[in-house]
């Protein structure tokens, strides 16, 4: 049976662990690199697992028989002119637990805690573009291509191009309904 929540510090080593297994068999992935995140201590990732605001900034787990085999992060923007926005990184599902819609729950757990989120209005996310299988997961949910990066990602002198897909949450305002919150006659 699969479970699905927001992780504590207390999973740091197993989010660790699983983090940097994805970092390492799937470089194209991932923004950090295997040799970047190996630096880094189990104790630093508790305390940016403590840090996070559980309400907009969060980190969720997929566990399998009491085993993480699953990890994703929300992160809502801080700014004033942007927190209208979020995004959803580090996705990852331990390669021997692939193809079996764990990551598909992972995702939709995601979202729907996301959506809980009052001023959120669009959940952003990037995926490489030749990994057809994650975005056919991502429009399953929702989320629409709006554009591509090409050369995104530079590993070993190879270049990879990501997708940028979006969700809508709520429905863009009318001309009208935007002139006149911004009392524009």
Do not use: W
Not at 25 to 47: L, T, W
Not at 54 to 78: K, N, S
Not at 107 to 130: C, F, G, N, P, R
């Amino acid at each position: 049976m699969i479970e699905i929540r927001k992780l504590t510090p207390e999973d740091a080593e197993d989010y660790f662990r699983l983090r940097l297994e994805g970092l390492k068999k799937f470089p194209e992935a991932f923004a950090s690199s295997y040799e970047e995140e190996i630096e880094r201590k189990a104790e630093q990732v508790a305390e940016r697992l403590r840090g996070q605001n559980p309400d907009t900034h969060f980190t969720a787990g997929a566990y399998y028989d009491r085993e993480l085999v699953g990890i994703g992060t929300f992160l809502q923007r801080e700014r004033n002119k942007t927190k209208h926005k979020g995004d959803i990184v580090g996705v990852y599902v331990a390669q021997h637990f692939q193809r079996n819609g764990i990551g598909f729950k992972l995702l939709q757990y995601l979202v729907e805690e996301a959506k809980k989120i009052e001023d959120l209005e669009q959940i952003l996310l990037t995926v490489m573009s030749e990994n057809r299988s994650a975005i056919r997961s991502y429009e399953k949910l929702g989320f629409e291509e709006y554009g591509l990066e090409r050369r995104s990602l530079k590993i070993n002198g190879c270049y990879y191009d990501e997708s940028l897909m979006m969700l809508m949450l709520k429905n863009e305002p009318k001309i009208e309904e935007a002139k006149e919150a911004l009392d524009i006659p």
